[in-house]
């Protein structure tokens, strides 16, 4: 079977995503025996602009970024977006809940004309994702997964069901009865729901899945004594991007 | 079937020795809300006395969660093994409608086709069962399920001083033969026996009205808005069937390994209520609607199986209501479609 080009690039982000890659230990050689890594931001010097499929990591934050993914998205055939930054905006989506200038304000201070920072958006605002690999961190053997099915040709299975379906598989005691909140009921599994296993409640690091019954989870929380604010604040850290800023929200 | 009985005094040792003897699974408390059948190695950790149902059912024992079918090799020709693992094991203190539960779903693995992985597994799973309380949302009674008279080798029903044991294989002979300090049980204990299932029938306080809703469902089937009332709040989470004794069914997972040359099949639990499920290929979905996949999960539950086999693909043990956060409760449903459709 031919070996398909592929680039490994990171945007804004923490740089774990790509980490987790390199964490693969056992299967890490399998994965460079199957693809030809012609660039991995975090782990080779080597730069080509020879791919077909670009795995990218992080979110965008500058204009220069724009033109760096916009150039990937020329080259290569197809996209997949590697955690929660690349594919919702992630934790850097925080920012923009202040406003820009405010944050560049906050941040930068007198510095802020000189500093290229612009509000954030996830990768597929600026070119077309054909497949996420979700999470914070993503789960490696999902990444496998996905390149594993490009390989082979077949569409990756990526779940779009709540968490509480691998919760309940896990055996698990649900967290609400042990009077621990959850966005398990609203949010993408495919994480074989790691954070209820360890009796702590879901934060949504997937991202919610394509149908949320929002109205049901809202009367829920109300239930345990929580307020919408307190729900948003949960999904706030991995999914601000959605969200309004905190000057829209005073209005 | 075979009556004995077995002082309450002789029960520990009897249970000792299984324990010492076989690989043997009970119920034990698993947190401050729920048990778990998890594999005992003292008696100390055996909870049989559990109120709330046990989660998951003991039917991850016969189907477990994941379940590898084969595994496979790709060379100059194709190699597939299959893989059935089974071990001989005791499942102690299961109830009457969990036993029923495992009873509807030996019906379902081996109708249209025998599932051996399923089969050598429910073959030298050795089944003692023994009562428990039902829980508030319990409506056993009203499905007929609060009586197990067969799916069992051995079942303990505890009379006042002693225990009544019906014995229903031969396997469960040898077994309480050997390690058990039993005697038959006399007209007396029989008498006593009836008057217990009398006062343990009483303790069911959830019933529904189950009568003629097989041809009640059919008046309601298309009133879109009892539907949409019923799963307003509904999650789609699928919670509902994953905890439920009798929903057998399952999704195939191909796993390659990156070398393209080995790969192994794997089967886990799936869910109606996932809007997943009714989606084929070509990106058409049958059931885009929560509304309608539960109205769906109350069909297969309730009817469908009245056609195939008679039986209700559901025991009432109530997990479904308990592990719904949305509130939703198949009881008090079955008991709306009744109202709804004598208005
Ligand atoms: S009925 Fe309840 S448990 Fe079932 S899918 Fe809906 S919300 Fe989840
Ligand atoms: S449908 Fe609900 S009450 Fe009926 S057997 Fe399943 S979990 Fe128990």
């Given at each position: 079977m031919r070996k398909p080009k592929v680039g490994i690039f990171g945007l804004t982000g923490c740089g774990g995503c790509q980490l987790e890659i390199l964490n693969l230990e056992d299967q890490l050689l399998d994965l460079v025996n199957a693809i030809e890594i012609?660039?991995?931001?975090?782990?080779?010097t080597e730069y080509s602009d020879n791919y077909e499929i670009a795995i990218v990591e992080g979110s965008i934050s500058t204009m220069h970024e724009i033109e760096r993914i916009k150039k990937i998205g020329d080259i290569a055939g197809t996209i997949v977006a590697i955690g929660a930054c690349a594919v919702s905006?992630?934790?850097?989506?925080?920012?923009?809940l202040y406003g820009l200038e405010k944050a560049k304000e906050l941040v930068y201070r007198d510095k802020k004309k000189l500093i290229d920072s612009i509000e954030v958006k996830p990768v597929d605002e600026y070119v077309k994702v054909d497949y996420y690999a979700r999470?914070?961190?993503?789960n490696r053997f999902e990444i496998v997964d996905i390149i594993r099915s490009l390989i082979v040709g077949k569409k990756p299975e990526i779940p779009n069901y709540p968490v509480c379906i691998e919760c309940k598989r896990n055996g698990n005691t649900c967290v609400y009865e042990l009077g621990i909140t959850c966005l398990g009921p609203i949010s993408r599994a495919g994480c074989n729901s790691r954070c209820p296993n360890s009796v702590s409640g879901c934060e949504a690091c997937r991202g919610v899945?394509?149908?949320?019954n929002i109205n049901a989870q809202k009367d829920l929380l109300k239930e345990y004594g929580l307020t919408v604010e307190d729900i948003l604040k949960e999904f706030n850290l991995?999914?601000?991007?959605?969200g309004k800023t905190i000057e829209q929200k005073n209005k | 079937m075979l009556y004995k009985v077995l002082d309450k005094s002789a029960y520990r040792d009897f249970v000792k020795a299984l324990i010492s003897e076989y690989e043997f699974i009970g119920p034990k408390k698993?947190?401050?809300s729920v048990h778990d059948f998890v594999p005992i190695?003292?008696?100390?950790?055996?909870?049989?006395?559990?109120m709330r149902v046990t989660i998951?059912?003991?039917k991850k024992l016969l189907f477990p969660p994941n379940e590898k079918l084969v595994t496979y090799e790709v060379g100059r020709k194709i190699e597939v093994r299959p893989v059935i693992e089974s071990d001989e094991e005791i499942l102690f203190g299961v109830n009457a409608w969990d036993i029923n539960g495992m009873n509807f779903l030996d019906r379902v693995f081996t109708t249209?086709?025998?599932?051996e992985n399923y089969i050598s597994k429910r073959e030298k799973l050795i089944v003692i069962g023994m009562d428990s309380k039902p829980t508030e949302t319990n409506f056993s009674l009203s499905m007929g399920?609060?009586?197990?008279?067969?799916?069992?080798?051995i079942y303990l029903t505890e009379l006042k001083d002693k225990y009544f044991i019906r014995i229903a294989t031969a396997r469960g002979n040898e077994i309480v033969e050997r390690y058990a300090k039993v005697s038959d049980a006399t007209a007396e204990d029989f008498r006593g026996y009836d008057k217990y299932m009398n006062n343990y029938r009483k303790k069911f306080k959830m019933s529904v009205n189950i009568k003629n809703f097989y041809d009640d469902f059919e008046l309601i089937y298309d009133n879109e808005d009892f539907w949409k009332k019923i799963a307003k709040?509904?999650?789609?989470?699928g919670s509902c069937n994953l905890v439920c004794p009798t929903c057998f069914c399952f999704n195939i997972k191909d796993d390659i390994e990156l070398n393209l040359k080995s790969g192994s099949k794997t089967r886990e639990w799936d869910s109606c209520?996932?809007?997943?499920?009714g989606l084929v290929a070509g990106g058409?979905?049958?059931?885009?609607?929560k509304e309608n996949r539960l109205k769906q999960r109350y069909r297969c539950k309730l009817k469908t199986f009245i056609d195939k086999?008679?039986?209700?693909?559901?025991?009432?043990?109530?997990r479904c209501i308990e592990a719904c956060l949305a509130k939703i409760n198949i009881a008090e449903d079955i008991n709306s479609v009744k109202k709804e459709v004598s208005v």
């Open positions: 012609v660039h991995f931001t975090e782990a080779i905006g992630g934790l850097n989506c925080l920012k923009n999470g914070c961190p993503p899945i394509d149908d949320p991995y999914n601000a991007c959605r | 698993k947190d401050r190695k003292d008696i100390s950790e055996l909870d049989t006395n559990y998951p059912p003991a249209d086709f025998i599932d399920t609060e009586y197990a008279k067969d799916g069992f080798d709040n509904c999650y789609s989470c209520m996932i809007s997943e499920y058409h979905n049958f059931r885009p609607d086999f008679g039986k209700y693909a559901c025991v009432g043990c109530g």
